[in-house]
């Protein structure tokens, strides 16, 4: 028994640990620091709808204080989009800019991935920040219109299960380098993208989303993705785990207006 109670402490207190992780990684939240030595990124990747739902949360609570002030549902929406870009410091629309032009800016891998890794942005990737940062915005607008219930419900499912797709790819694919965030990426287990698959169909069915429409969005985002990235890059990288992540969000979005519009 004294055996038993020591495992299970243990076993917590390494699982809270990579859930902190997590939150550190996905997030720009203030955070306890982590131990040493920390966890590997593959161990704590079933943990990444769970920093989602502390940005959806987070999210929607701004947007149900705008929308209880009086500010216009379109508004409203522009602010609880800016605030979950704010808090995750822009990590996944970087990525999404930088997949737009290294993918369509450059004819070799070698090319494509230079792109991708300089810190200006070009036209592709800023086409792709307007039309993935318009359509939410529209989308959250028009869901803030039947009040703050449903468009909360869809700003934390959405932000736990899309994170999935980045667990998905990180599991399935090779890495398109041998450095970087996509890299140290690698050791996740099928146990694992179980966890992060349970949490991230969690939300969605606990909060009363289509759970059918999202998954089969999210899931044909993923795909699209994964192929252009292997057709270009031969592999995935930080940036493109960024971008899943965008384009699962976008087609979700789009998934959850369809039915209710």
Known sequence: MTGQGQAKPGWLRARATEALLAV???TRLPAPRLPDPAPRLGEAAWAFPLAGLVLGVLA????????????PPSV??????????????????????????????????ERRLEIMRDSRIGTYGVAALVF??????????????????????????????TR???????????????????HRATGVTPMVLAGAMALGI???????????????????????VARLAMQRLGGQTGDVLGAAQQCAEILGWCAICALLG
């Open 24 to 26: 550190v990684l996905l």
């Open 60 to 71: 929607s609570a701004v947007l149900a204080l705008a929308l209880a002030f009086g500010v």
């Open 76 to 109: 409203a929406a522009g602010l609880a989009l800016g605030a979950q870009v704010m808090m995750t410091g822009a990590l996944h629309e970087d990525g999404l800019a930088d997949c737009a032009d290294g993918f369509w800016g450059g004819f070799t891998r």
């Open 132 to 161: 993935s940062l318009g359509l939410r915005w529209q989308a959250l607008a028009f869901l803030s219109g039947f009040g703050p219930g449903i468009a909360s419900a869809a700003l934390i499912g959405l932000a736990m299960s």
């Open 164 to 182: 999935v797709t980045s667990v998905a790819l990180m599991a399935t694919m090779p890495t398109a380098r041998d450095n970087g965030m996509g």
């Open 202 to 224: 969690a939300g969605p069915l606990f909060l009363g989303l289509p759970l059918f429409a999202i998954v089969l969005a999210e899931t044909l985002a993923a795909l699209a």
